[in-house]
């Protein structure tokens, strides 16, 4: 059993920056692909980012460039930082852990950027 429990979100002004943690409890964590997911209003969840167990990276195209992801393994904690940050970030974003056919999300954290 895996629980993901994000923080570091909220307002932020445009071309502003953050970062979003996700601290994960389990043993099974740092064999995990984690990723970043984010939800719009209106929109269906798309991929941010994600992380492998090896540290191999994927961003999306709208997040390469602006969008870090990173991993401490000594704390069980993924980080995403974003930067020059848009009023179109605007989102709930999730957390995501996946090893095998064992998969957690965590409760979502609002970020919003105002313009």
């Known amino acids: 059993q895996v629980q993901l429990v994000e923080s570091g979100g909220g307002l932020v002004q445009s071309g502003g920056s953050l970062i979003l943690s996700c601290a994960a409890s389990g043993t099974i964590f740092s064999l995990s692909t984690v990723a970043w997911h984010r939800q719009a209003p209106g929109r269906q969840r798309e991929l941010v980012a994600s992380?492998?167990?090896?540290?191999?990276?994927y961003y999306a195209d709208f997040a390469k460039g602006r969008a870090t992801i990173s991993r401490d393994k000594a704390k069980n904690t993924v980080y995403l930082q974003m930067s020059s940050l848009k009023p179109e970030d605007t989102a709930v974003y999730y957390c995501?852990?996946?090893?095998?056919?064992?998969?957690?999300w965590g409760q979502g954290i609002q970020v919003t950027v105002s313009s």
């Open positions: 992380i492998t167990a090896g540290d191999t990276t």
């Open positions: 995501n852990s996946k090893w095998l056919s064992f998969e957690y």
